[in-house]
Nanobody
Framework: QVQLEESGGGSVQAGGSLRLSCAASTIYSQNCMGWFRQAPGKDREKVAIIDGSGRTSYADSVKGRFTISKDNAKNTLYLQMNSLKPEDTAMYYC?????????????????????WGQGTQVTVSS
């Protein structure tokens, strides 16, 4: 299991930006890392995923506005969120696949995630 801790959430007006960070105990080269979100009364949904080779996958709703990246040396995952909309309001979670499995977005853009952080709240007002 990978330990994960998110930070960087907050309140922002529509059109603004936030950068979320996720400190991981370790980022393994075979890991996929991802950001998910869950709004009240809704199911959790994928926001963005990055694999060990740097390939990325985004939800259609955030393409062109959000960017996922990672710094392996710092064991940190990021989510840069620009042009935020009220519908982006949610709890955002960082996740990692099991280091026992090799994860690549070439084979699947919906890998199974084994480790989860506690979440950070993002609120976008109109």
């Amino acid at each position: 299991q990978v330990q994960l801790e998110e930070s960087g959430g907050g309140s922002v007006q529509a059109g603004g930006s936030l950068r979320l960070s996720c400190a991981a105990s370790t980022i393994y080269s075979q890991n996929c890392m991802g950001w998910f979100r869950q709004a009240p009364g809704k199911d959790r949904e994928k926001v963005a995923i990055i694999d060990g080779s740097g390939r990325t996958s985004y939800a259609d709703s955030v393409k062109g506005r959000f960017t996922i990246s990672k710094d392996n040396a710092k064991n940190t995952l990021y989510l840069q969120m620009n042009s935020l909309k009220p519908e982006d309001t949610a709890m955002y979670y960082c996740a990692a696949t099991s280091p026992a499995l090799f994860c690549t977005l070439v084979l699947s853009n919906s890998p199974s995630f084994a480790s989860w952080g506690q979440g950070t709240q993002v609120t976008v007002s109109s």
